[in-house]
């Protein structure tokens, strides 16, 4: 969906909670860069958003939705001394550039880290997380809103009621979670229509 630049709490700001340094702690560089080897989207020639800095950025979006998509990209470039190479080639690019990046990543790399990385947390003294030996995990899912264009409304659908149908397209996920932590994993998602069970399932 649209972003309009949102500001954070007075004295705050993005590089105070986030940068590709924090990011790299859970999502490994080298992990990123191998799935995007084995996905076939590493970066061939030097672009002013290299392949696995669109990955940190999609990731970063996700968990700073108030803020616009430049302002989160700047953001996250400060302080890149862990990436290889000159920091130089690294710029802050323009919408165009954002979208058409974003365009060539697709969304098979981040599904494979994110089924990779993500995952139970808890340890043998979280509370809630163990009945005896055995891990406590629910299975439950729910839908998101996705931006409202042809593309989405065509892949996804859009809900409908007695006023017509709704202002978004939408997806709907199923994922396991560890009821300790409440961390989600093992998510699958589909279209509006697909139901949880047939989700469920896969």
Not at 1 to 13: I, K, N
Not at 22 to 48: C, H, M, N, W, Y
Not at 58 to 64: E, Q, T
Request: proline letters at 5%.
């Amino acid at each position: 969906m649209p972003r309009t630049v949102a500001e954070l709490p007075s004295g705050s700001r993005i590089t105070d909670f986030i940068s590709l340094g924090v990011l790299a702690k859970t999502f490994p560089s080298g992990k990123v860069q191998e799935i995007l080897k084995g996905s076939g989207k590493a970066s061939i020639r030097e672009r002013d958003m290299p392949a696995h800095v669109v990955i940190y950025y999609v990731i970063a979006l996700s968990l700073y939705m108030q803020s616009s998509c430049r302002e989160v990209l700047r953001c996250l470039l400060e302080g890149v001394q862990w990436l290889p190479g000159p920091l130089s080639t690294i710029k802050v690019t323009g919408r165009a550039g954002i979208s058409q990046a974003r365009k060539r990543m697709g969304s098979e790399p981040l599904k494979q880290l994110h089924d990779a990385i993500v995952g139970p947390l808890a340890t043998a003294r979280t509370q809630g997380a163990w009945y005896r030996e055995w891990r406590l995990v629910s299975l439950d899912g729910s839908t998101l809103d996705v931006a409202d264009t042809s593309a989405n409304t065509a892949a996804f659908g859009k809900a409908s009621g007695s006023r017509g149908p709704a202002g978004y397209p939408q997806i709907r996920f199923v994922s396991l979670i560890e009821n300790g932590t409440h961390v989600l994993f093992a998510s699958r998602m589909g279209g509006y229509a697909t139901s949880e069970h047939a989700l469920a399932n896969k």
